[in-house]
């Protein structure tokens, strides 16, 4: 190979890689900014299983002005106390006052997803 040719090959091979590299990073960018965070996905899930499941207890939003029995969980003064765990457990196991358990019928993403849900809601 001449010095010439050598001389070409490394620069098709740089201003490749340049290509290269900024169409990853550009790509990268874009999804960024149009795709949700992890969190807000699954904010997303547990708002929508929240209106299947138990929108009709708690009513929309947990406002409390469900056609059943279920108390607000859009306040701070959780019965069972408003930390993550107890939330948790609250719909895993159910409780004794006529909260229904889900852990048969939610899997454990849906129920960290009803749990992150209910958490927003408390603000
Ligand atoms: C059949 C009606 C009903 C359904 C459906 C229901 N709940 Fe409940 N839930 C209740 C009642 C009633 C209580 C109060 C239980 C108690 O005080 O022992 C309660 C309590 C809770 C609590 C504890 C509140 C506190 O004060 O500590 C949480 C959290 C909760 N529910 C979340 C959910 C979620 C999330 C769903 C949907 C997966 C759901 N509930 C579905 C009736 C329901």
Known sequence: MSKNNLRYSVQTLAVGVFIATSFLVGGC???QSRELTPQQQLLRSGKELFSQ?????????GSGMGS???PALNGENYRYGNE???VLKSI???REDGMPAF???LTQTQT???TEYVLYLQR
């Open 53 to 61: 499941k138990c929108a009709s207890c708690h009513g929309a939003r």
């Open 68 to 70: 059943r029995n279920g």
């Open 112 to 114: 960290e997803a009803l």
């Open 29 to 31: 960018d874009t999804d």
């Open 84 to 86: 993550r765990e107890a």
């Open 92 to 94: 895993h196991d159910g």
């Open 103 to 105: 852990s048969s019928v």
